[in-house]
C-alpha cells in the first residue's frame, strides 16, 4: 500500500533563504506524487504534480519538486522565501488502486520569517 | 469559473442534532471526496463516490453518512452517533482517472454548541 511520510511538522526559514520541504514516499509501483499548500481557513490548492513525464517538476509560485526514485523522495524546493509562503504544506501520492484516492501525508507548516 | 463550493463555512450543531454539509462541483468530476482535518493534523478520509449512486466508506466513517444521487453534488451528514464532530471538513472532486489531482473546496468549519 502507498504512504506517505512529511519530515518535520514545522519548517521555519527567514524570508529570502530557500525553502525545503521533505516527502518520502512507499510506493510499489511508479507513483503519481502531488504537493499541495493550505493557507489558514481554506481548502488545499495544487502546487504541482508529478505523473512520470520530467523527474524535475515546476509548480506555481515559484516552487518546483524533484522526483529521486533510488531515494524514493519527492522534496518540494523554493530559491526565495516570500513571507506570503507562509502555509501548511501537504505531499500525497496516487493509491493505486483504482480509487483514485489520493494518500496524504501529515502536513508541514511553513514559517516565514521577516 | 469552474469549482467546488461548500456551504455553510461556519456551522453550529448541538447536542443530539444531525446537520448536513453541502458540497457542489462544477467541473464535470465523476469523483468525489470528503476529508476530515483537526488542528496539526492531515487529511482523513470519510467517504468517497466514484460515480453517481454509488460511494464507499474511507478510514473514519463511522458517524457520518453521505449521498450521491446528482453528479454535481455529495452532501455529507454528520449524525448525532459522531460524538467529537468539531473540525473543519473539506470537499474535493476529481476526474476518475489514475494520476488525476483533487480540488478542493473551501471547507466547513463545524463546532458544538
Known amino acids: 500500500a502507498q504512504s506517505v511520510t512529511q519530515l518535520g511538522s514545522h519548517v521555519s526559514v527567514s524570508e529570502g533563504a530557500l525553502v525545503l520541504l521533505r516527502c518520502n514516499y512507499s510506493s510499489s509501483v511508479p507513483p503519481y506524487l502531488f504537493w499541495y499548500v493550505q493557507y489558514p481557513n481554506q481548502g488545499l490548492q495544487l502546487l504541482l504534480k508529478y505523473t512520470s513525464a520530467a523527474t524535475l517538476v515546476k509548480g506555481i509560485n515559484g516552487f518546483e519538486a524533484e522526483f529521486k526514485k533510488s531515494e524514493t523522495s519527492f522534496h518540494l524546493t523554493k530559491p526565495s522565501a516570500h513571507l506570503s509562503d507562509a502555509a501548511e504544506y501537504f505531499c500525497?501520492?496516487?493509491?493505486?488502486?483504482?480509487?483514485?484516492?489520493?494518500?496524504f501525508g501529515s502536513g508541514t507548516r511553513l514559517l516565514v520569517r521577516p | 469559473d469552474g469549482g467546488i463550493t461548500q456551504s455553510p463555512k461556519y456551522l453550529f450543531r448541538k447536542e443530539g442534532q444531525n446537520v448536513t454539509l453541502s458540497c457542489e462541483q462544477n467541473l464535470n468530476h465523476d469523483a468525489m471526496y470528503w476529508y476530515r482535518q483537526d488542528p496539526g493534523q492531515g487529511l482523513r478520509l470519510i467517504y468517497y463516490s466514484q460515480i453517481v449512486n454509488d460511494f464507499q466508506k474511507g478510514d473514519i466513517a463511522e458517524g457520518y453518512s453521505v449521498s450521491r444521487e446528482k453528479k454535481e453534488s455529495f452532501p455529507l451528514t454528520v449524525t448525532s452517533a459522531q460524538k467529537n464532530p468539531t473540525a473543519f471538513y473539506l470537499c474535493a472532486s476529481s476526474s476518475a482517472a489514475e494520476g488525476q489531482p483533487q480540488h478542493f473546496g473551501d471547507g466547513t468549519r463545524l463546532s458544538i454548541l
Open positions: 500525497a501520492v496516487g493509491a493505486m488502486d483504482s480509487s483514485y484516492k489520493l494518500i
